[in-house]
């Protein structure tokens, strides 16, 4: 049973498991991907890369090592590191709508605990699915505060982490939870308001792009035609 993680530290050093079971962790709960699989797959199919360019490319010695190197860089950018960006960009897209129904069950005065609850039960989401596994394990015998803290290994999103933060300690405090969704809930509706902002901005450059790949040739081959169709004639 234990043979694989036996095997895995002699391959690997521990700093490395670390980093990748961290980044791994982001996934979330529902992700497949184990750390030591992951770094088995990445190094396997690397020297698969490294003898399949050796023997099938011309100058394969020289062009192989270069080649895997690439692709020992990348899996990890294409199998982990753009799953988690991709995931804390829908994580953070469910969290407004998430917390205004919290904050609405907090407001009919419920505890915390309740109103997570209440609020799972209406929202089907990844980001409620996280919330749900945090209240499984207040029922093994963690408190609430504790399955918070832990749920946030779990979450990419520094702001979801940031609000999270804020709720375990005003309940752990005993300041106003309400007050401080408030705050949270109208802190993720100004980032959301800068966030389109931000991608309006981008359109003139954006369009500024397409017209001079694509209009402006255009523009200089209707132009120069007649003296081309000439100088051919």
Do not use: C
């Given at each position: 049973?234990?043979?694989?993680?036996?095997?895995?530290?002699?391959?690997y050093?521990?700093?490395?498991?670390?980093k990748?079971?961290?980044?791994?962790?982001l996934?979330?709960?529902?992700?497949?991907?184990?750390?030591?699989?992951?770094?088995?797959l990445?190094?396997?199919?690397?020297?698969?890369?490294?003898?399949?360019?050796?023997?099938?490319?011309?100058?394969?010695?020289?062009?192989?090592?270069?080649?895997?190197?690439?692709?020992?860089?990348?899996?990890?950018?294409?199998?982990?590191?753009n799953?988690?960006?991709a995931?804390?960009?829908?994580?953070?897209?469910?969290?407004?709508?998430?917390?205004?129904?919290?904050?609405?069950?907090?407001?009919?005065?419920r505890?915390?605990?309740?109103?997570?609850?209440?609020?799972?039960?209406?929202?089907?989401?990844?980001?409620s699915?996280?919330?749900?596994?945090?209240?499984?394990?207040?029922k093994?015998?963690?408190?609430?505060?504790?399955?918070?803290?832990?749920?946030?290994?779990?979450?990419?999103?520094?702001?979801?982490?940031?609000?999270?933060?804020?709720?375990t300690?005003?309940?752990?405090?005993?300041?106003?939870?309400?007050?401080?969704m408030?705050?949270q809930?109208?802190?993720?509706?100004?980032?959301?308001?800068?966030?389109?902002?931000?991608?309006?901005?981008?359109?003139?450059?954006?369009?500024?792009?397409?017209?001079?790949?694509?209009?402006?040739?255009?523009?200089?081959?209707?132009?120069?035609?007649?003296?081309?169709l000439?100088?051919?004639?």
């Amino acid at each position: 049973m234990n043979k694989k993680p036996e095997l895995a530290r002699m391959m690997y050093n521990k700093k490395t498991i670390a980093k990748w079971d961290k980044k791994i962790t982001l996934l979330g709960i529902y992700n497949k991907l184990d750390t030591i699989t992951f770094l088995n797959l990445r190094l396997f199919t690397s020297i698969i890369v490294f003898f399949v360019v050796l023997y099938v490319i011309d100058l394969g010695y020289v062009i192989a090592p270069l080649v895997t190197f690439l692709y020992y860089y990348f899996i990890g950018k294409v199998l982990v590191d753009n799953k988690i960006k991709a995931r804390t960009s829908k994580l953070e897209g469910e969290a407004m709508h998430f917390f205004e129904v919290l904050t609405l069950s907090l407001e009919t005065g419920r505890n915390l605990e309740e109103a997570i609850n209440v609020t799972i039960s209406n929202i089907d989401s990844e980001l409620s699915d996280e919330f749900a596994e945090a209240l499984r394990e207040v029922k093994f015998g963690k408190s609430l505060t504790e399955s918070l803290n832990d749920m946030q290994k779990n979450i990419p999103s520094e702001t979801i982490n940031n609000i999270i933060l804020a709720l375990t300690q005003a309940d752990m405090f005993g300041n106003s939870i309400i007050d401080t969704m408030y705050n949270q809930v109208d802190y993720l509706r100004e980032k959301k308001k800068l966030e389109i902002k931000a991608e309006i901005s981008k359109v003139p450059i954006k369009i500024s792009i397409i017209s001079v790949l694509f209009f402006v040739p255009l523009i200089l081959l209707i132009i120069l035609a007649p003296v081309l169709l000439s100088y051919i004639s």
